[in-house]
């Protein structure tokens, strides 16, 4: 009978022993690691649960006094927006009347003329003035053409109002003034003063008035004028030029 060898058969045995030694090491060490990670785990998920006040448990008195001052703090700094009512203000205005465009060139015009006829040699006779204060003869349109007649020949000078010079306007207020009638130095101003008629019953001695108030004169009946007529020109009868007048009758 061959003898086996005790050495070869032990170790089979033995290294079975050594790796059951192992295993159970190594699952007691995966064991405790685990208890340990569910130790920290633990701690943790319970530290962040606490209220911040639980932290110190000395200031848990105080630490809950501020955070309802906090929570108070924050609601009244909120921000808002107030809109406080806003009452309408009645501004008051002065009331005032606006002068025309129309009124300031006559404005501006009356002064030149005036202007200029200060620069003209002075006229020694009688003034409008004068005669509206002794007429030479009654109203008579008549009488008027004849007066008129006299001046044939002065010459047309701007604001000119005595027979050392006329404009059409002054001219035919110094004729009128002479049957003590006051005409206005500006043509709307003497188509104002008589009443519009129409060409048909116009007669010799009434004012022609050019439709946008430019000229005016004395109408001579047939279709003629007698006015002063305009700078190089001097008093004249002479036909209507254009159909753009109408008739006023003084008195």
Same mark, same amino acid.
């Given at each position: 009978?061959?003898?086996?060898?005790?050495?070869?058969?032990?170790?089979?045995?033995?290294?079975?022993?050594?790796?059951?030694?192992?295993?159970?090491?190594s @699952?007691? #060490?995966?064991?405790?690691?685990?208890?340990?990670?569910?130790?920290?785990?633990?701690?943790?998920?319970?530290?962040?649960?606490l209220?911040?006040?639980?932290?110190?448990?000395?200031? !848990?008195?105080?630490?809950?006094?501020?955070?309802?001052?906090?929570?108070q703090?924050?609601?009244?700094?909120?921000?808002?927006?107030?809109? %406080?009512?806003?009452?309408?203000? @009645?501004?008051? #205005?002065?009331?005032?009347?606006?002068?025309?465009?129309?009124?300031?060139?006559?404005?501006?015009? $009356?002064? #030149?003329? $005036?202007?200029?006829?200060?620069?003209?040699?002075?006229?020694?006779?009688?003034?409008?003035? %004068?005669?509206?204060?002794?007429?030479?003869?009654?109203?008579?349109? !008549?009488?008027?053409?004849?007066?008129?007649?006299?001046?044939?020949?002065?010459p047309?000078?701007?604001?000119? @109002?005595?027979? $050392?010079?006329f404009?059409?306007?002054?001219?035919?207020?110094?004729?009128?003034?002479?049957?003590?009638?006051a005409?206005?130095?500006?043509?709307?101003?003497? $188509?104002?003063?008589?009443?519009?008629?129409?060409?048909?019953?116009?007669?010799?001695?009434?004012?022609?008035?050019?439709? %946008?108030?430019?000229?005016?004169?004395?109408?001579?009946? !047939?279709?003629?004028?007698? %006015?002063?007529?305009?700078?190089?020109? @001097?008093?004249?009868?002479?036909?209507?030029?254009?159909?753009?007048?109408?008739?006023?009758?003084?008195?």
């Amino acid at each position: 009978m061959i003898q086996g060898n005790p050495t070869a058969s032990a170790l089979p045995a033995e290294a079975t022993r050594s790796t059951t030694r192992a295993a159970r090491r190594s @699952t007691l #060490r995966g064991t405790a690691l685990n208890v340990t990670v569910m130790a920290v785990a633990t701690g943790i998920v319970a530290t962040l649960a606490l209220p911040g006040y639980a932290v110190n448990p000395a200031a !848990n008195a105080e630490g809950v006094g501020t955070a309802e001052a906090m929570a108070q703090l924050r609601s009244t700094q909120s921000q808002s927006l107030r809109v %406080d009512t806003v009452t309408a203000q @009645t501004v008051s #205005r002065d009331e005032f009347t606006a002068t025309s465009e129309a009124e300031l060139a006559a404005a501006a015009a $009356a002064e #030149r003329r $005036a202007q200029l006829a200060a620069s003209y040699q002075a006229w020694s006779g009688p003034t409008a003035e %004068d005669y509206l204060a002794a007429p030479v003869a009654a109203y008579d349109q !008549n009488a008027v053409v004849q007066i008129g007649l006299q001046y044939v020949g002065v010459p047309y000078q701007y604001g000119g @109002t005595t027979p $050392a010079g006329f404009d059409c306007s002054g001219f035919t207020s110094y004729v009128f003034a002479q049957v003590g009638i006051a005409l206005p130095h500006s043509v709307s101003g003497q $188509a104002a003063m008589g009443t519009k008629i129409s060409r048909a019953d116009a007669r010799p001695g009434d004012l022609v008035v050019l439709n %946008d108030h430019s000229h005016v004169g004395i109408y001579m009946g !047939n279709g003629a004028i007698l %006015d002063a007529p305009y700078p190089g020109k @001097t008093v004249q009868a002479r036909p209507l030029w254009t159909d753009a007048y109408y008739i006023v009758r003084i008195g």
